[in-house]
């Protein structure tokens, strides 16, 4: 059987095709195209992906792509942004895009947690001039029931956080958009902070937090169109420690990553569900 290395070298025409870190959902190599271009390719299992709606984000991103430099471009193979194979007789999609070259963010830096604000704040700005699309709701609002009078909403990254930037110099990069979805940026915002807060409380370094948040939003203030909602920002994060406490409470109904996640893992996240101290009534 050819493994899936050599399934990503023969589909891209690339020259080398090195793993790499991947998501729970996803497979992810490092590749080098015959013409010097690097790029990565991300192998998605098909039976945990709606192949419709991954075509759906994709088409999306490749036209968000051309409205702000900040997105890495879709890379097409054969003319196709999706493009299948079979491995292990499962169906896999294929989905390739610009390598984001440049250095990782540390949010224990508040002048990086400005940058990662700024360039949130202008990713809305451009996310909001894509037409409608047939994409679904971001999972954790679906979770808990959607959005309520939380206002206007507008496709949005869905994972926005510091694993999926890149800096060098004055540029900011900005991938894996395969959790894309609609949502008000307000809880954009708020689910940026969780994740943050999440990881500060799991290391024990929770004093770390405030000052993230401090310049987090005073990032995304300097670039937004109009002014922050605290309140609906912090009833969004007791919103998403909600939607992890049902899933942890139904674990089929949970994202991929969660579902099948270790026993040890899971202890850490009802761990924090349960000492998380609630921002709203």
Not at 112 to 121: I, Q, R
Not at 155 to 169: I, P, Y
Not at 212 to 221: H, I, R
Request: net charge negative; with cysteine; aromatic share 8%.
């Amino acid at each position: 059987m050819v493994d899936l290395t050599q399934q990503v070298l023969r589909l891209t025409g690339a020259t080398s095709a090195v793993p790499i870190a991947g998501g729970h959902q996803a497979d992810v190599f490092d590749v080098m195209s015959a013409s010097g271009r690097r790029i990565v390719a991300k192998v998605l299992d098909s039976s945990v992906v709606d192949e419709y709606e991954a075509t759906e984000r994709i088409t999306a991103v490749a036209e968000l792509a051309y409205l702000s430099e900040r997105v890495c471009a879709r890379v097409r193979i054969d003319g196709r942004l999706v493009n299948t194979i079979d491995h292990d007789g499962q169906s896999r999609m294929v989905l390739c895009f610009d390598f984001a070259e440049g250095a990782a963010f540390d949010v224990t830096r508040p002048v990086d947690a400005e940058l990662m604000g700024s360039t949130l704040a202008g990713l809305h700005r451009s996310l909001a001039r894509l037409g409608p699309r047939h994409i679904p709701e971001l999972a954790a609002l679906k979770a808990t029931g959607g959005v309520g009078d939380a206002g206007p909403v507008q496709l949005l990254h869905g994972d926005f956080n510091a694993g999926n930037l890149r800096r060098a110099g004055a540029r900011v990069r900005v991938f894996d958009f395969e959790d894309c979805g609609y949502g008000p940026p307000s809880f954009e915002i708020a689910n940026t902070l969780y994740m943050v807060l999440f990881s500060a409380t799991v290391d024990g370094q929770v004093e770390t937090y405030p000052r993230f948040e401090d310049a987090l939003l005073s990032g995304y203030a300097s670039g937004a169109v109009g002014d922050i909602d605290r309140s609906a920002v912090d009833r969004f994060i007791d919103l998403r420690v909600r939607a992890l406490g049902s899933w942890l409470d139904d674990l089929p109904t949970a994202p991929v990553g969660i579902r099948n996640a270790s026993p040890a893992w899971h202890g850490a996240l009802r761990a924090f569900v349960d000492c998380y101290a609630p921002r709203t009534d």
